[in-house]
């Protein structure tokens, strides 16, 4: 057999399974136009929507797949020019069924030369896209229902995947943190953190991946965050997942809650104030009777000690038991005095300490919430670092966040006239074993006149101030069996350090 019989059997066999294939060819409609544009032949895609039996169309004119007023504004005509121009014409179109229903299709119309040039005809494929267009059209009508709703909802909203990293950013986001969208997609979520969360996000969602344990996915917690500009801020973050391993994002809601701590703080500002309007009134009548009740035992020591000095100044010989008789009751009056005094001291002071194990961080974080309430409004940074081995601490949680307030809003009125405003709140685990808790400002810092007395009732730098703040304060850590102190920080500002037992160690006890 010669070569050329080879390659005529060849391009038989190829020829024959051409028409095969496109007879068979599923899900496409497959039509042969010769140039004048008459079918040649058809597939017999019969599940395709617009069939049309190929004995129906075999010679009539591709113009019956057109609408209408496709057809009178000479879109068939045209698609073939278009087609015999570029080689190949590719768009949307309307295709008419073989019952006059429509359908979008996508239509392939490709000009068919041979070697000489010479034009032989089309082929034209078209693909049913009606459900498709549909789909896609829903996709993007919830899309841009979604972008609306994430654009006008009041709460912040984040995304992030499995590193962390930020993938969407809300309208509300970049409002509350400072940040664009464009200057977040694909930084590490950890960067809107304040330490040590900031240093310790990547471990937290590697915990969860690793164990599942959940400490914030599926819950509400307050935390705090760290806007553009380096102030902190409260806030409550609701954190929930969705996709599976390998390919799971989170998304966070956060809503924050400075307006609301702060009108909890003033709730509470006014409440101690009515408590302590009560008190005065209720010391106002106690102190009308603690001064007649103390006028006597003083005006008896009086007269007591006035008889022994007689006694001792005359020539005659001293009765000495009508002296120790004179003597002894003269000490039992100032211990009278002595103890209605120590009745009122009681009443001002509270001396029950209700100790338990608590999370120190998460203990001093509640309690700046309540301190720093309005301090970013007066330009005061506020930083807080934690030493992991400092906590939990034995404590009595209310008087401890009692002292913290006290010295955090001591902190910010201290610098309200300093250049540089930055509160540092830290911890930290002492050689000997108790936990180190620092308040440190960069204000004036203590006078030299006011220093040695700083924790004495009735002493204060401020001009409206009581002086009882920072005595209450030592009375309460010295109930915990701490200490507290102040010092002077070499760049200016002052370091108030007191001590707490540690949980562990009352523990091992």
Known sequence: MSVSDGNARAASKASALGALMMRQASGYAIVLLDPQGVILDMNNATEVVGYWPPEQVRGRSHELFYPPDGIAEGR???????????????????????????????????????????????????????????????????????????????????????????????????RLFGYGESELLGRNISCLMPEPDRGRHDQYIAHYLETGERRVIGMGRVVVGQRRDGTTFPMELSVGQAGEDGSRIFTGFVRDLTAKERDELRLKELQAELVHVSRLSAMGTMASTLAHEINQPLTAVANYLETIRDLLIGDAEIDRSLLREAVGEAASETLRAGFIVRRLRDFVARGDVDKSIEDLPRLIEEAGNLALVGARERGVRSFFRFDLEATPALVDRVQIQQVLVNLMRNAVEAMAESEVRELTVSTLLRPDGAIEVSVEDTGPGISDEIAPRLFQAFVSSKAEGMGLGLSICRTIIEAHGGRILADAL????????FTLIHGRADEEK
Not at 98 to 106: C, F, K, Q, V
Not at 128 to 148: M, N, Y
Not at 490 to 497: D, E, K, N, V
């Open 490 to 497: 070499p760049g200016g500002g002052t370091a108030f350090r």
């Open 76 to 174: 068939p005509a045209a698609d073939l020019s278009a087609a015999v121009k570029d080689g190949l014409l590719e768009r949307d179109a309307w295709r008419v069924c073989h019952d006059g229903s429509e359908y979008l299709a996508r239509l392939t119309i490709n000009a068919l030369w041979d070697e000489s040039g010479v034009l032989r005809g089309f082929s034209c494929i078209a693909r049913d896209i009606t459900v498709d267009v549909a789909v896609r059209a829903s996709i993007e009508a919830r899309e841009q229902h979604l972008q609306s709703i994430l654009a006008t909802v009041p709460d912040a909203m984040i995304i992030i995947d499995e590193r962390g990293t930020i993938t969407s950013f809300s309208a509300a986001a970049e």
